[in-house]
């Protein structure tokens, strides 16, 4: 059982940054690859990046592509969201997944043996 918990969201002006974090309670999160999706009020869950086990090999979202980056630090168990040029279209409540696939496109829900509780990021106009 891999419990994950994400944190370093809140409110930021457009045009600022923020970075998410999403810690890990077992050593073998290593094995698994991590994604972060989002969430707004009245929309479906949308994926947003994901980063393979080993950190090798990731993959965006149009939407986020070259705003966002997604490091991880398997040494921490931790996998981060680095977001910067925030639109206010970027609100929403964030949540990190763990899978055992990786998949070089957008991958479904399905996939994912694991979820955080989410954090919510706001992005004022």
């Known amino acids: 059982q891999v419990q994950l918990v994400e944190s370093g969201g809140g409110l930021v002006q457009a045009g600022g940054s923020l970075r998410l974090s999403c810690a890990a309670s077992e050593r073998t999160f290593s094995k698994y690859s991590i994604s972060w999706f989002r969430q707004a009020p009245g929309k479906e869950r949308e994926f947003v990046a994901t980063i393979i086990a080993s950190g090798s090999s990731t993959y965006y979202a149009d939407s986020v592509k070259g705003r966002f980056t997604i490091p991880r630090d398997n040494a921490k168990n931790t996998v981060y969201l680095q977001m910067n040029s925030l639109k206010p279209e970027d609100t929403a409540l964030y949540y990190c997944?763990?899978?055992?696939?990786?998949?070089?496109?957008?991958?479904?829900?399905?996939?994912?043996?694991?979820w955080g509780q989410g954090t919510q990021v706001t992005v004022s106009s």
């Open positions: 997944a763990a899978s055992l696939r990786f998949r070089i496109e957008i991958p479904p829900l399905d996939d994912y043996h694991y």
